[in-house]
Nanobody, 118 residues
């Protein structure tokens, strides 16, 4: 599945960003049942889960982002969003979009950089 991320950038601590990830070549009947979400990778660290949302809109968040980040999806646009508020330097990293279904191997976007200076 082809995934296109956008919305990363440089933001001061306490600021906000909204990431978007589209699946423009995926039909809705494939996208709607999928679990989609975001992972991130900081320099020198392993990729880690940030947030996921299932087809039933059940959400999972990393403890480090609970209360600050909100994940949502719009199946009609085949898009998942990550609203990030109260950003901290520890949130710096490359954010990768993720999609998985019961019939397809996991797919990843190319990544978008989020930088929060310390």
């Amino acid at each position: 599945v082809y995934l296109v991320e956008s919305g990363g950038g440089l933001v001061q601590p306490g600021g906000s960003l909204r990431l978007s990830c589209r699946a423009p070549r995926t039909i809705t009947s494939v996208y709607a049942p999928a679990t989609v979400g975001w992972y991130r990778q900081a320099p020198g660290k392993q990729r880690e889960l940030v947030a996921l949302i299932t087809s039933d809109r059940i959400t999972t968040y990393a403890d480090s982002v609970k209360g600050r980040f909100t994940i949502s999806r719009d199946n009609s646009r085949k898009t998942v969003y990550l609203q990030m508020n109260g950003l901290k330097p520890d949130d710096t990293g490359v954010y990768y979009c993720y999609l998985a279904t019961s019939n397809l191997a996991a797919s990843w976007g190319q990544g978008t950089q989020v930088s929060v200076p310390g």
